[in-house]
């Protein structure tokens, strides 16, 4: 009877990697606006990202100081999809007769 012989599995480790590549994070940034109420940010806020009353009264108050925030940060399409979705909440209707807009929002990359 002859000696089994051990399967050969094939060689699979290669000289070429496969490197999955990281896309670059972005930012939706919500930008001062002095005719929508306080009140109607933080409500979109909550709305569109979900966080508690306090984190969107913090963001809602450093873009009325510093005129812009970082609200959100993330995968570029979702980014679009989130700012997309503030500005679809439209103007304040407590403010839509003073010429309120809906909330500025834009994506940017990330610092």
Not at 7 to 22: K, Y
Not at 87 to 99: M, Q, Y
């Amino acid at each position: 009877m002859a000696a089994a012989t051990p399967d050969v599995l094939p060689d699979t480790d290669t000289d070429t990697e496969t490197r999955t590549r990281r896309q670059p994070p972005y930012a939706v940034i919500l930008h001062n606006d002095d005719l929508n109420t306080m009140e109607f940010v933080v409500l979109v806020l909550r709305k569109v990202f979900g966080y508690e009353v306090e984190k969107c009264v913090e963001l809602m108050m450093e873009a009325h100081e510093k005129g812009r925030a970082a609200v959100w940060v993330g995968a570029l399409e979702v980014a679009e999809l989130k700012a997309d979705q503030v500005r679809s909440c439209g103007p304040d209707p407590v403010r839509k007769a003073e010429g309120a807009n809906p909330l500025g929002v834009s994506v940017e990359p990330a610092a």
